[in-house]
């Protein structure tokens, strides 16, 4: 983080915090991933980078963090069941919410899944090359390209052949 | 000719621009003559645009000042200030552990060592810093912390009367055992500590003394199954005085 200025230093954290938004699609969530993803990187400075592989390194720490976030909600989600506790509803917050209403170009993203989301963030979005996407959430290059297929066909679809209601149901 | 045909996933590199420039080429030119696959390239790649438009800016908060980069930037140089600190100490631990059967070795090494070195370095590295393990005003707190650590010390003395409140305590170790500084601090901010540890073969007959090294000063002594010290600024007159205290109810 020595080599970025202040300004660099905010863009990528706003592409953290962007990710992490839709990731967890609740924005409390979102920062308390962003804040513990720099935690993480601080105390892993014994990697020395510089500000090219700083990115997609975080990124990685960020996905990383996001999934023994979810393990941990289902082992906690088993553990009410398990007290005949029901299961809690995934919630959407506001904030992706209003954004998703407002933009139809968001809608039939938001309606993929969370690994979907994930990738064409990385690939698209962030501009991450295969191999650094893969190295990010953890999967090796051959399910990338084959998730990479079924994310675009899949928001094609949804984007195409499957207009959303105007009357829009809370994003699950 | 079939090499012109591009794969599922090359085609999705094209979109990508992940492809050689003459792989690019020949993909370009299949895509010319066809039409139809042209157009769900063409479809995907309009998808992506508008998912980078419809985000940019997404995200976007006013600065979280825990986040800015000079904060941050402080706390790496701590951190690494505080690696540095655990290396000393470690190494002190080492040096002091010594090697089994080089036992002569040793006792001239020893015999050569400052009484309570460690914790001399553990105050200069220590009491000035944030990196406390607790954060602890209140003396009961103190007492609850340090008895948890060692089972066999004694009460705490209230220092207030020489001015001084408690700020803190690190736990350390050596090989001995664990170790710890508690910090204290006076009005004006000047901090005294107290250090123990349990000593070890090494130290079990340290004597009592004081010693100055460099600005500070060292009051030693053991009592019960501990070694002491108390590490003060040279010029601080409640050392004495304090050290008593100390002595008479831990």
């Given amino acids: ?172 | 000719m079939t090499r012109l045909i591009p794969t599922e996933h090359e085609l999705h590199a094209y979109v990508d621009e992940r492809l050689e420039p003459a792989r690019r080429a020949e993909v370009e030119a299949w895509l010319a003559a066809n039409p139809e696959e042209a157009a769900r390239i063409e479809a995907w790649r309009g998808d992506a645009r508008r998912l980078r438009a419809a985000l940019a800016g997404f995200g976007e908060q006013p600065s979280d000042p825990a986040l800015d980069l000079a904060p941050l930037r402080r706390r790496l140089r701590q951190r690494r200030q505080w690696r540095l600190a655990q290396a000393a100490v470690l190494l002190l631990a080492v040096g002091l552990g010594g090697l089994g059967g080089w036992q002569a070795r040793e006792a001239t090494l020893f015999a050569g060592m400052l009484p309570m070195a460690d914790a001399v370095e553990a105050h200069r590295l220590f009491a000035d810093a944030s990196t406390l393990d607790i954060q602890a005003s209140d003396p009961a707190r103190l007492q609850a912390w340090l008895g948890r650590h060692f089972n066999r010390v004694g009460q705490l003395p209230d220092l207030s009367g020489y001015g001084l409140q408690p700020v803190g305590a690190r736990l350390l170790s050596n090989e001995a055992g664990p170790a710890a500084l508690l910090v204290f601090q006076d009005r004006q901010g000047l901090r005294i500590s107290l250090f123990l540890r349990s000593p070890g073969e090494h130290f079990e007959r340290m004597p009592s003394g004081q010693r100055t090294d460099g600005q500070l000063q060292a009051r030693y002594w053991s009592h019960g199954d501990y070694n002491f010290a108390l590490v003060s600024a040279v010029d601080d007159a409640r050392g004495e005085q304090v050290r008593r205290a100390l002595g008479v109810s831990l």
């Fill in chain 1, 1 to 172: 983080m020595h080599d970025l200025d202040d300004q660099q230093w905010r863009e990528l954290l706003q592409r953290l915090r962007r990710f992490a938004l839709w990731l967890t699609r609740e924005p409390g969530g979102a920062d308390d991933l962003v804040q513990a993803t720099v935690e993480r990187a601080l105390s892993r400075r014994g990697q020395q980078r510089n500000a090219e592989s700083l990115r997609p390194w975080l990124f990685t720490i960020l996905y990383r963090l996001f999934l023994d976030g979810k393990r941990r909600e289902r082992l906690h989600a088993r553990w009410l069941a398990w007290f005949g506790r029901g299961q809690a509803e995934e919630p959407a917050g506001g904030e992706i919410e209003s954004i998703v209403l407002a933009q139809a170009d968001l809608r039939a993203f938001a309606r993929l899944s969370a690994e979907q989301r994930a990738l064409l963030l990385l690939v698209s979005v962030e501009g991450l090359s295969y191999k650094e996407a893969a190295d990010a959430l953890g999967i090796p290059i051959g399910t990338v390209m084959s998730r990479l297929s079924r994310a675009r066909a899949a928001l094609r679809e949804l984007t195409e052949g499957n207009p959303t209601p105007p009357a829009l149901r809370r994003l699950k």
